[in-house]
């Protein structure tokens, strides 16, 4: 059968975003920081200075919104 593929560009921005964040969190954590409170410390004030420049980690988190990568966390945790 000739069926045509459904492609979201928001299921794959959110791949994108969770795969940044996994290798921000590495670096973060090769630098010796608790990935936790650096991310939170991030996310509450939006201040990139908690995110390492180490492997380029800092520029990673910048190119999303605070609120993408959220969305994205969330929608992770929930399964979706």
């Known amino acids: 059968m ?3 593929s459904i492609f ?3 299921e794959l921005r959110q791949e994108l975003i969770l795969l940044n964040l996994n290798e921000i969190m590495d670096a973060i954590e090769k630098r010796g920081y608790n ?3 650096q991310l939170v410390g991030y996310f509450i004030t939006g ?4 995110i390492t420049s180490y492997e380029n980690a800092r520029k990673k988190i910048r190119q999303f919104d605070r609120s993408e990568v959220l969305m994205a966390l969330i929608n992770a945790y929930l399964g979706r």
């Open 2 to 4: 000739d069926r045509t």
């Open 8 to 10: 979201s560009v928001k």
């Open 35 to 37: 990935v936790t409170n």
């Open 47 to 50: 201040d990139d200075k908690y």
